[in-house]
């Protein structure tokens, strides 16, 4: 999982929020559309935390092991709840994971993005809403900054499937038919495929297509989050 989401998150670099087609809220902000935000029907929405959903959803990550929300702060509860939220004191990140993140002098998580590159002196992830854009970002090891993380790679070993037992019932000879090696198109895996190119220009009526499962239904993200 770490590495296919990674590769899904990867493909979204350079995306920009759109400068067209945008709404201003109530306090006068303009935000832009997102295909993350549309993906989750929240098109003008703060996109930071949908952005890792999208590219969770794209990699095959299923909600029921990894669930997300569109608010930085929820999602945090939600780990907490489930035993998954691992301190920065003491932990060690890996490529993949998820990382929270809040200003100074926040006391609670208010970005986030994924785990790209670990270095003794550096911590590298991409971010979508990294000003107004999937960026690339790094972060000294222990800084402020991080709040937390989730593990994916400790996700995917905690819900890996164990082995079968073996049947002690003789099976029933198969005809020639049932017997027959599986083609290449019954064996080959899904691939994972986002088929949007890289542009500002996009609007909530442009179509979005990409290859996998139906988008879910999510609110707008909650204040504060990016």
Not at 100 to 118: D, N, P, Q, Y
Not at 194 to 221: I, N
Request: hydrophobic content about 40%; charged content about 20%.
């Amino acid at each position: 999982w770490a590495q296919d989401l990674l590769a899904i998150a990867r493909t979204q670099l350079g995306y920009e929020e759109s400068e067209k087609d945008f709404v201003v809220d109530s306090a006068g902000k303009k935000q832009g559309f997102t295909r993350y935000g549309a993906w989750c029907s929240a098109p003008y929405a703060e996109w930071c935390a949908v952005f890792v959903g999208f590219c969770l959803h794209y990699a095959g990550v299923p909600e029921s092991v990894c669930p997300w929300d569109a608010s930085c702060p929820e999602w945090v509860s939600i780990a907490r709840e489930r035993g998954e939220f691992e301190e920065p004191a003491g932990y060690t990140p890996q490529p993949g994971d998820l990382v929270f993140l809040r200003e100074a002098g926040e006391k609670r998580a208010s970005h986030m993005g994924i785990v790209e590159t670990v270095a003794a002196d550096e911590i590298g992830t991409i971010e979508g809403n990294a000003s107004r854009a999937v960026a690339r970002r790094s972060y000294a090891p222990g800084c402020e900054e991080i709040y937390g993380y989730i593990s994916l790679s400790g996700l995917a070993a905690a819900n890996a499937p164990t082995a079968a037992a073996p049947l002690e019932e003789t099976a029933a000879p198969q005809t020639a038919e049932e017997t027959a090696a599986p083609s290449a198109t019954e064996t080959a895996a899904p691939l994972a495929a986002v088929v949007y190119s890289v542009s500002s220009d996009e609007t909530a009526t442009e179509p979005f297509a990409p290859a996998r499962a139906s988008r879910p239904t999510r609110t707008a993200a909650r204040s504060p989050t990016k």
